[in-house]
C-alpha cells in the first residue's frame, strides 16, 4: 500500500479489516484506479463514516462500505463514456463488477452500489440504508466540512495524518471538468 495510506490504515476502522479478503482486495484495486489524492480521499471518508456510525451505534457493512468508499469516485477517472447518471453511476458499474468477481450476493451488491450511485445527491434518500448514508455522510464531510458536529474534530485529525493541500478545489475542478449535468444523479430506476 502507498506511504501516504500507512497512517490510515493504522486507524483501528481500516486496521481491523485489512485480513478481509474483500476489503484487501478493494484497497488493491483502490491503488490501481485512483490518483494518491482521491483515493486518501476515499480512505479518509470511510473513516469519517465509521466514526460517525460508532457515535450514533449505527450497524452497518463494514467491509461493503469500504469497498463502496474505495470505488465511489473511480468513476472520475479514465476515458470510458460517462452516460446517463455521470460519474456516479460509472462508479458504482465498476464497483458492481468488482463485488461480482468476488462473489458478492445480489442484495448486497444492489445496497453498495445504490449508496456509490447517490453519494453526490444533496441529501441522502428517505429510504437509503445505512451505507448509503453513512457513505453520503462521509464524502460530504471530507470535501466540504458538513456534518462535522456529528464527529466533531475528526475530520481535522485524519487530515493532519494524511493531508490532501487543496484536495476540495482540486476535486471540485474534476467533478466541474465531468460536466455538471452528467454529474448529477439519474432517477431511480424502478424495480420490475
Same mark, same amino acid.
Given at each position: 500500500?502507498?506511504?501516504?495510506?500507512?497512517?490510515?490504515?493504522?486507524?483501528?476502522?481500516?486496521?481491523?479489516?485489512?485480513?478481509?479478503?474483500?476489503?484487501?482486495?478493494?484497497?488493491?484495486?483502490?491503488?490501481?484506479?485512483?490518483?494518491?489524492?482521491?483515493?486518501?480521499?476515499?480512505?479518509?471518508?470511510?473513516?469519517?463514516?465509521?466514526?460517525?456510525?460508532?457515535?450514533?451505534?449505527?450497524?452497518?457493512?463494514?467491509?461493503? /462500505?469500504?469497498?463502496?468508499? *474505495?470505488? @465511489?469516485?473511480? +468513476?472520475?477517472?479514465? #476515458? $470510458?463514456? !460517462?452516460? %446517463?447518471?455521470?460519474?456516479?453511476?460509472?462508479?458504482?458499474?465498476? /464497483?458492481?463488477?468488482?463485488? *461480482?468477481? @468476488?462473489?458478492? +450476493?445480489?442484495?448486497? #451488491? $444492489?445496497? !453498495?452500489? %445504490?449508496?456509490?450511485?447517490?453519494?453526490?445527491?444533496?441529501?441522502?434518500?428517505?429510504?437509503?440504508?445505512?451505507?448509503?448514508?453513512?457513505?453520503?455522510?462521509?464524502?460530504?464531510?471530507?470535501?466540504?466540512?458538513?456534518?462535522?458536529?456529528?464527529?466533531?474534530?475528526?475530520?481535522?485529525?485524519?487530515?493532519?495524518?494524511?493531508?490532501?493541500?487543496?484536495?476540495?478545489?482540486?476535486?471540485?475542478?474534476?467533478?466541474?471538468?465531468?460536466?455538471?449535468?452528467?454529474?448529477?444523479?439519474?432517477?431511480?430506476?424502478?424495480?420490475?
Amino acid at each position: 500500500m502507498p506511504e501516504a495510506w500507512h497512517p490510515l490504515l493504522g486507524r483501528p476502522a481500516l486496521a481491523e479489516l485489512l485480513g478481509h479478503p474483500l476489503a484487501g482486495a478493494a484497497l488493491k484495486e483502490m491503488c490501481l484506479l485512483l490518483p494518491p489524492q482521491v483515493a486518501v480521499h476515499s480512505l479518509r471518508a470511510f473513516l469519517l463514516a465509521d466514526a460517525c456510525a460508532r457515535s450514533h451505534g449505527t450497524a452497518y457493512d463494514r467491509v461493503g /462500505l469500504l469497498a463502496a468508499a *474505495a470505488f @465511489h469516485d473511480a +468513476g472520475l477517472v479514465g #476515458r $470510458t463514456p !460517462l452516460g %446517463r447518471g455521470g460519474f456516479p453511476c460509472r462508479s458504482a458499474q465498476l /464497483l458492481d463488477h468488482f463485488l *461480482a468477481r @468476488h462473489r458478492v +450476493g445480489t442484495a448486497r #451488491r $444492489t445496497t !453498495l452500489t %445504490r449508496a456509490v450511485r447517490e453519494h453526490m445527491r444533496p441529501f441522502p434518500a428517505r429510504d437509503a440504508g445505512p451505507e448509503a448514508r453513512l457513505l453520503h455522510f462521509g464524502v460530504w464531510l471530507d470535501v466540504t466540512g458538513r456534518g462535522e458536529r456529528h464527529v466533531p474534530r475528526e475530520r481535522r485529525r485524519l487530515a493532519g495524518l494524511a493531508p490532501t493541500p487543496w484536495f476540495a478545489v482540486s476535486f471540485s475542478a474534476r467533478v466541474m471538468a465531468c460536466g455538471l449535468r452528467r454529474v448529477l444523479p439519474g432517477p431511480p430506476v424502478a424495480r420490475r
